[in-house]
């Protein structure tokens, strides 16, 4: 069998959508995923929204950080 993983959020302002990723996911595929699915739920949710993620080498590689950085999340 294989793996899904599967990726939500939601604060006082509402939610934001629901996403079913199949395999795993390396620091490559973790970017595009932060920028074509978790920042416009980031931004649809408001300024108080906090986005949180764990120590997994592909959340704390150079280009991670740097794409943090640069959409001004932190």
């Known amino acids: 069998g294989g793996s899904i993983m599967v990726w939500g959020c939601m604060s006082a302002a509402g939610t934001g959508e629901l996403w079913f990723i199949e395999g795993n ?38 280009m991670t950080i740097a794409l943090l950085r640069m959409v001004q999340v932190k």
Do not use: E, W
Not at 34 to 60: E, W
């Open 25 to 62: 996911m390396d620091f490559i595929m973790y970017c595009t995923f932060l920028k074509q699915k978790i920042m416009p739920s980031l931004q649809k949710l408001g300024r108080t929204a906090v986005f949180q993620h764990d120590n997994d080498p592909k959340h704390t590689t150079k």
